[in-house]
């Protein structure tokens, strides 16, 4: 099982981006899914998040410029980026709570990140 991260970028202030986390391998199925990021120097942080029937949670900091989203059938979680500020500035990882095939215990997976940069 692995989890795939793609979409970060140098985007301008007020920009924005759409990342993209692809879970693949023997996967039964996904429970919650998650963004987090970690910027420089600081600790890693939850960005959003989403259970398998669409509830989702955001830190207060992204609230209505970050959209969490799944496409269940794709095993693939999305989080549009709007409004962008130099604070965002951070690698962001995707996170999943899934059921391998074969393994009786859930597991807990990371994507290798995807560097988001905003600067002008």
């Known amino acids: 099982v692995q989890l795939q991260a793609y979409g970060g970028g140098l985007v301008q202030p007020g920009g924005f981006l759409r990342l993209s986390c692809a879970a693949s391998?023997?996967?039964?199925?996904?429970?919650?899914m998650a963004w987090h990021r970690q910027a420089p120097g600081k600790q890693r942080e939850l960005v959003a998040a989403?259970?398998?029937?669409?509830?989702?949670n955001y830190a207060d900091s992204v609230k209505g410029r970050f959209t969490i989203s799944r496409d269940n059938a794709q095993n693939t979680v999305y989080l549009q980026i709007n409004s962008l500020k130099p604070e965002d500035t951070a690698v962001y990882y995707c996170?999943?709570?899934?059921?391998?095939?074969?393994?009786?215990?859930?597991?807990?997976?990371w994507g290798q990140g995807t560097l988001v940069t905003v600067s002008s």
């Open positions: 996170n999943a709570d899934l059921w391998v095939r074969g393994l009786a215990a859930r597991q807990n997976y």
């Open positions: 989403i259970t398998s029937g669409g509830m989702t």
């Open positions: 391998g023997s996967i039964f199925s996904i429970d919650n």
